[in-house]
C-alpha cells in the first residue's frame, strides 16, 4: 500500500521537552516537506528537502530542526525553543517540487 | 520569497449555485498552482492544478483559471453540492521551491 504516513496522530509532551515527528513515504518522490497548520493560518512551510542530505529552512523553521538521511524519512524535531509548539503537523512529498505534493495524516502536537 | 494571498476567507452559498474563490502571488517566475481541499479531520488533497503555460483547466464541475500578467489565478465550482463543504487552500510553486499556501477559504454549501 503505497503512500505517506505519518506518527503518532496525536502526541502530547511537557513543556521544555523535545518531540520528533515521524514521517515515512514509499512513493520513490525525491521532496519531502513540514508544514505546520494553524486554525485562519493556512498551511506555513516548516522546512523542506529536495534530496538526501539537503534541506532549507521555510518561512517559520526557528524552533524546528530535520534531517533527510534517507529518502523515504523525513523527522522533524520540535524543540524547547519553540515558543508555541501546540499546533497541526502535516507532512508531504512530491516528485519534486513544482509538482502535486501527497500529504499524510497529520499529527497534533498539544504541549501541557 | 513567495507569497499567496486567498480571498475570501469564507464564502456561504445555495446548493447549486457557483462559488468563486481568487488568489494572487507574488513571484512572476512560480509556475505550478494548485488547489487542495481539505474535509474536517482529513489531510489536504489536490482537486486540480494549472501550471504557467495554460491559461484555463476544467475537470467536471470544477474549474481553475490564471492571468499571470495579474499574478491571479480562480478556482470555481458550478453547481455547488453539500459536499463541496470544505476548506479550500491555493498554492503556488516554481522548480527548486516548496509550496506556498494561501490562508484557506471555509466554503459552506446548504441545501
Known amino acids: 500500500d503505497g503512500g505517506i504516513t505519518q506518527s503518532p496522530k496525536y502526541l502530547f509532551r511537557k513543556e521544555g521537552q523535545n518531540v520528533t515527528l515521524s514521517c515515512e513515504q514509499n512513493?520513490?518522490?525525491?521532496?519531502m516537506y513540514w508544514y505546520r497548520q494553524d486554525p485562519g493560518q493556512g498551511l506555513r512551510l516548516i522546512y523542506y528537502?529536495?534530496?538526501?542530505?539537503?534541506?532549507q529552512k521555510g518561512d517559520i523553521a526557528e524552533g524546528y530542526s530535520v534531517s533527510r538521511e534517507k529518502k523515504e524519512s523525513f523527522p522533524l524535531t520540535v524543540t524547547s525553543a519553540q515558543k508555541n509548539p501546540t499546533a497541526f503537523y502535516l507532512c508531504?512529498?512530491?516528485?519534486?517540487?513544482?509538482?502535486?505534493?501527497?500529504f499524510g495524516q497529520g499529527t497534533r502536537l498539544t504541549v501541557v | 520569497g513567495e507569497n499567496v494571498e486567498q480571498h475570501p476567507s469564507t464564502l456561504s452559498v445555495q446548493e447549486g449555485d457557483s462559488a468563486v474563490i481568487k488568489c494572487t502571488y507574488s513571484?512572476?517566475?512560480?509556475?505550478?498552482f494548485p488547489w487542495y481541499k481539505q474535509e474536517l479531520g482529513k489531510r489536504p488533497q489536490l482537486i486540480i492544478d494549472?501550471?504557467?503555460?495554460?491559461g484555463e483547466k476544467k475537470d467536471q464541475r470544477i474549474a481553475v483559471t490564471l492571468n499571470k500578467t495579474a499574478k491571479h489565478f480562480s478556482l470555481h465550482i458550478t453547481e455547488t453540492q453539500p459536499e463541496d463543504s470544505a476548506v479550500y487552500f491555493c498554492?503556488?510553486?516554481?522548480?527548486?521551491?516548496?509550496?506556498?499556501f494561501g490562508k484557506g477559504t471555509t466554503l459552506s454549501v446548504s441545501s
Open positions: 508531504a512529498s512530491s516528485p519534486r517540487t513544482d509538482t502535486e505534493a501527497f
Open positions: 512513493l520513490n518522490h525525491d521532496a
Open positions: 528537502s529536495q534530496i538526501v542530505n539537503d534541506f
Open positions: 513571484d512572476s517566475a512560480s509556475n505550478y
Open positions: 494549472i501550471r504557467s503555460n495554460v
Open positions: 498554492a503556488a510553486s516554481k522548480a527548486g521551491t516548496a509550496l506556498i
